[in-house]
């Protein structure tokens, strides 16, 4: 869609990247939400509109998909294999991103936190 | 005492966060949003209530969109088309947009919605205003090319209504993307 859309470029955005962290196992949208904030200290929170767009774009990247919809208020999602294997991919490439900087820092002598 | 109020709508494509401070500082008064209501908003008269709006843009809207808002603190007040809608919640409230990527693509869709309709009344303003010129060449007939500056300034209204939304729109994602 967007010229910004990072889910073309196989990226996640962090939004993206903790929903679907919290579909590995399945889930409806409103303990999507909770799962994140419990996960993360309440320190990243998902609003409802950024989480309906979201889900949506997930669902079309066929990362993610519909587990059960009877309650039509409360759909259930879960993970697919492509969703984990992007997961993984996104986890690898953030943890490098954390180790060089790391070794920056290293370098200069200077604790980080 | 009068119990409904009606105001009028400053442009929601414009100035989208002017109009929702609006509606809140009419809330602190007692003077509650109902509905939308022709080109404007019909207030009630209520408790004065300490809370903030927000709007979004979503095209068929379903159960699932309106409970992820419910479940996040955010009352649905009303829509138009199904496709403008406003939501209230308590002052300090967890924003309904919480990131750059989904903001700029509420504006996307909505530019883009926009765009659909305008660009047809473009291409006939433009269309017939050709024909008008081409008549200053002589090549066309001089009721027909009256006839043709007419129906082009009937069809520049509705390019100024489609059209400056679009713009603004697309105004607003230059923004959101620089910043």
């Known amino acids: 869609m967007g010229r910004n859309d990072s889910l073309e470029m196989g990226e996640l955005t ?13 889930r409806h949208g409103y303990l999507i939400m909770q799962t994140i904030e419990e996960m993360t200290d309440q320190r990243f929170q998902i609003g ?31 993970a697919t294999e492509k969703g984990i294997e992007l997961l993984k991919k996104e986890v690898k490439r953030r943890q490098e991103m954390v180790l060089h900087a790391e070794e920056v820092f290293k370098i200069r002598g200077e604790r980080l936190i | 005492m009068k119990k409904v109020k009606y105001i009028a709508n400053g442009g929601l494509a414009f100035f989208e966060e002017k109009e929702m401070k609006k509606l809140a500082e009419y809330a602190k008064e ?24 927000a709007l979004d843009y979503q095209k068929g809207a379903d159960d699932e969109y309106f409970a992820f808002f419910e479940a996040a603190g955010w009352s649905h007040v009303c829509s138009a088309g199904n496709e403008i809608h406003i939501f209230s919640a308590p002052t300090g409230t967890k924003p309904i947009y919480t990131d750059k990527p989904t903001t700029v693509e509420k504006y996307e869709r909505e530019k883009k919605q926009m765009g659909k309709v305008a660009l047809p009344f473009f291409i006939s303003t433009v269309v017939f205003w050709l024909v008008g010129i081409f008549n200053d060449l002589g090549s066309v007939p001089e009721s027909i090319a009256i006839l043709f500056q007419v129906l082009g300034m009937i069809s520049l209204i509705p390019l100024i209504f489609t059209g400056m939304p679009y713009l603004s729109y697309q105004w607003k994602l230059l923004k959101l993307r620089k910043g």
């Open chain 1, 48 to 78: 409802p509109a950024s989480m309906y767009t979201t889900i949506k774009k997930l669902l079309v990247a066929e990362l993610i998909q519909l587990f059960d919809d009877d309650d039509p208020k409360r759909k259930t999602y879960i």
């Open chain 1, 14 to 26: 962090d939004t993206a990247y903790y929903i679907l962290l919290s579909l590995v196992d399945a």
């Open chain 2, 30 to 53: 007692g003077w509650v949003l109902e509905k939308f209501a022709g080109l404007g908003y019909k207030l009630r008269k209520g408790e004065p209530q300490d809370i903030e709006y």
